[in-house]
């Protein structure tokens, strides 16, 4: 299908939506009524034709707009994009990988013509045409990480693998969870971590840490993460926490269903060939819970696991203070049918909302 | 005593041992404070070997209780500065002169040992022929997440950031690179609503 980009803002006025296909294709993380942490990794091989799944890097209606956030925030903190000075191979690594692939998975809206080290790159949504030589610096208008990242939906961490750890050494870092690069870089896997609770008592990070260090070129893994964010705010930094935490306290009975977002994070891991890198690219998607609950079965869980998540996970994702005026709207979608097992919508076979 | 048993802790906090004499091309030892305590310590049970150190020492609050025990020990040079910021540059000349198979002594605050081993690594000294020693403040160095300025000698949570003048707690995460933990912005969704301070691990 082509797609209809809108054009739209993630601050201010806030004028992000999601038409009735993304509501459709967004990956709710929920497999069961109830979520704790697991390593949930599973191989990055496709999904179901239209669903975010379906390409290796998703180019969604949002596109456009997102990238046009990115240029603001970096323009406002240049610090949000870093590498250090040993990972430019692992930036040409990520380039040519986020070129090839587009270009393969979307031909009507991204070309990449290459004639030995000359290559040619369009992008069509951004109006891109660039010609530059493949592993010179000097021919592009950025560094190769960040020239491509400013084109890619999705935050980056490239992460160079040594001493059998993964470290945190290069990034593209605008649309996250409250996390800093430029406070994290140059850390290793349990240090840029440590804040998570319980987690690592579990032991979660030692197994997903072995399983990353296992990732073979062409084979891609995945995972989902998730949080909550009052308004489609993309940038929930903690370098901006100070101008945004107060947003979460303008929630009203009223205003919910249109103000709070469930955030959830598609999380891919790449090995890079020359490099030995592994790219983590964190894909943020938001969804209002107004038109969240219009898939009943997600209504029905939403509720069930916010209700049933622990403290420490909610106070830790930043809604404990919300959880009951969330709860109360959320309840109202809830009428204690049973879910059907997995995370896709099953308007078919689930049954409507009994009032 | 000058010594401090820290609480479990976070994974990316760095954890401290005891200094002990170990041969080497050259020793380097640097120290603030009651981090003195720690080099005369390894000068009693080497005494030869303190004589081979380069030792640069701030006495920071101590004043003089320490200078004179230190020369006492007779270390080949003893260098005396006034704060870290002014003997970086010395630092900087020393780490790189460092031969092969140097050993460096660090002692004393967090603060110090943590900005003084990222500048050895980032050097080229190997993390293997450094070893570090707790003693004195448990003072901790804090950089705003907000505006980035780096706030030294944090003894209490919330504080005041002395670069924007925002009210920080200070977040269980620590940064090797910057030898800080990270402060973030306390009554950012209840402005002015900033709890008593307390003073550290009290």
């Known amino acids: ?355 | 005593m000058s010594t401090f048993q820290f609480p479990p802790s976070i994974a990316s906090r760095p954890t401290y041992g005891t200094l002990g004499p170990r041969a080497g091309a050259a020793q380097i030892m640097l120290a603030d404070a009651e981090g003195a305590e720690a080099l005369l310590a390894v000068a009693k049970t080497d005494p030869e070997l303190m004589r081979r150190a380069h030792v640069i020492y701030i006495p920071k609050h101590t004043g003089a209780q320490f200078i004179d025990q230190l020369r006492a020990a007779n270390p080949a040079i003893l260098h005396v500065a006034p704060s870290y910021a002014a003997c970086t540059q010395r630092l900087h000349r020393v780490f790189s002169a460092a031969p092969m198979g140097a050993q460096l002594y660090l002692a004393g605050t967090e603060g110090l040992i943590g900005q003084a081993m990222a500048l050895a690594l980032q050097i080229g000294i190997p993390k293997s022929a450094i070893q570090t020693e707790h003693r004195g403040s448990v003072a901790r160095r804090v950089q705003c997440v907000h505006c980035k300025g780096i706030t030294e000698d944090v003894m209490i949570d919330p504080f005041q950031c002395s670069h924007c003048g925002l009210n920080l707690f200070v977040r269980d995460h620590y940064s090797r690179r910057l030898a800080a933990f990270q402060g973030v912005c306390i009554d950012a969704e209840d402005p002015g609503n900033v709890p008593p301070s307390v003073e550290l691990y009290s």
Not at chain 1, 103 to 114: G, K, T
Not at chain 1, 294 to 306: C, E
Request: charged share 25%; with cysteine.
């Open chain 1, 1 to 355: 299908m082509t797609i209809q980009f809108n054009d739209e803002t993630f601050r201010d006025d806030y004028t992000f939506r999601n038409s009735d296909w993304a509501i459709r294709r967004f990956p709710f993380p929920f497999h069961e009524d109830s979520y704790m942490y697991s390593v949930n990794m599973e191989r990055h091989r496709g999904g179901p034709e239209g669903s975010v799944y379906a390409k290796r890097f998703d180019v969604d209606e949002h596109y456009i707009s997102e990238m046009r956030d990115r240029a603001l925030v970096l323009a406002e903190d240049p610090l949000r994009c870093q590498s250090l000075p040993h990972m430019t191979l692992a930036g040409w690594d990520l380039l040519e990988l986020i070129m090839v692939n587009k270009s393969e998975d979307y031909p009507d809206l991204f070309e990449l013509d290459r004639d030995g080290n000359k290559w040619r790159w369009i992008n069509k949504p951004l109006s891109i045409d660039d010609s530059f030589i493949f592993m010179d610096e000097a021919s592009l208008p950025y560094g190769p990480m960040e020239y491509i990242t400013r084109q890619t939906q999705g935050d980056f961490a490239v992460l160079d693998q040594r001493e059998n750890n993964l470290w945190m050494d290069a990034g593209m870092v605008t649309t996250q969870a409250d996390w800093s690069l430029d406070f994290d870089i140059g850390m290793n896997f349990f240090e840029w971590h440590a804040p998570v609770p319980l987690a690592h008592e579990m032991g979660v990070f030692k197994r997903a840490l072995k399983f990353l260090l296992n990732v073979q070129q062409g084979n891609p893994a995945r995972r989902l993460n998730w949080t909550m964010t009052v308004n489609p705010l993309l940038d929930t930094s903690p370098e901006n926490y100070h101008k945004w935490g107060v947003q979460k306290t303008t929630l009203t009975p009223e205003n919910l269903g249109r103000k709070q977002h469930l955030r959830v994070e598609l999380q891919t891991f790449y090995r890079l060939p020359r490099s030995n890198a592994l790219v983590f690219p964190i894909r943020c998607y938001l969804i209002a819970l107004e038109d969240l609950v219009t898939i009943p079965k997600w209504g029905r869980r939403l509720h069930r696991v916010i209700r049933d998540l622990p403290v420490e996970l909610a106070t830790y994702k930043g809604f404990i203070d919300n959880r009951p005026l969330i709860l109360d709207y959320l309840s109202q979608f809830d009428d204690g049918l049973p879910t059907s097992p997995g995370v896709w919508p099953d308007l078919d076979s689930e049954p409507p909302l009994r009032r």
